[in-house]
């Protein structure tokens, strides 16, 4: 059986009666544990930014944070997926999110993410408006011939 196929195994009535929840979704779908969380590697660079060059982090605290940061996205991107259904859409949006952060109780974060959101949306919009120029600049260039006829 493939890497894929182990990971997407149905779970069957025995194991449901066992319960060892934590590997399964509700969809009835197994999870190994290294699809439920997030790759300990960017875990580990996040980390290491305000531990000092010869500091070293323990692999339990790494893998602690890994399933504590992991945890916290699927809880708050629940609730996030829960309004966007309760809305019939089929897409989260940040301001599904930031919804989310505050039913939840994490109120002290939907402030600078409002503001990081508002930047983020405005960057994206000048970075789509500059790709659109340039587009724009480069057709009217292909447009025209060398002696300045069309």
């Known amino acids: 059986m493939s890497n894929s196929e182990d990971s997407q195994q149905y779970v069957k009535e025995e194991d449901e009666a066992s319960g060892d929840e934590s590997d399964k979704q509700d969809s009835g779908i197994m999870l190994r544990e290294q699809d439920r969380f997030l790759p300990i590697c960017n875990i580990i660079k996040i ?3 305000p531990v000092p060059q010869n500091g070293k982090i323990a692999k339990d605290a790494r893998e602690c944070i890994q399933e504590c940061v992991s ?3 699927s809880f708050i991107s629940s609730e996030a997926i829960e309004r966007s ?3 019939n859409r089929k897409t989260v949006n940040g301001d599904d999110l930031l919804v989310a ?4 109780g994490f109120d002290n974060y939907v402030e600078p993410l409002s503001i990081y959101l508002q930047k983020y949306r405005e960057s994206n919009k000048s970075d789509r408006n500059l790709f659109l120029d340039s587009s724009y600049a480069q057709n009217e260039d292909a447009g025209s011939t060398h002696d300045g006829k069309q």
Not at 101 to 104: A, D, E, P, R, T
């Open 85 to 87: 259904v309760a809305e």
């Open 71 to 73: 945890e916290f996205i």
């Open 101 to 104: 952060f505050s039913n939840l």
């Open 47 to 49: 980390m290491k930014v």
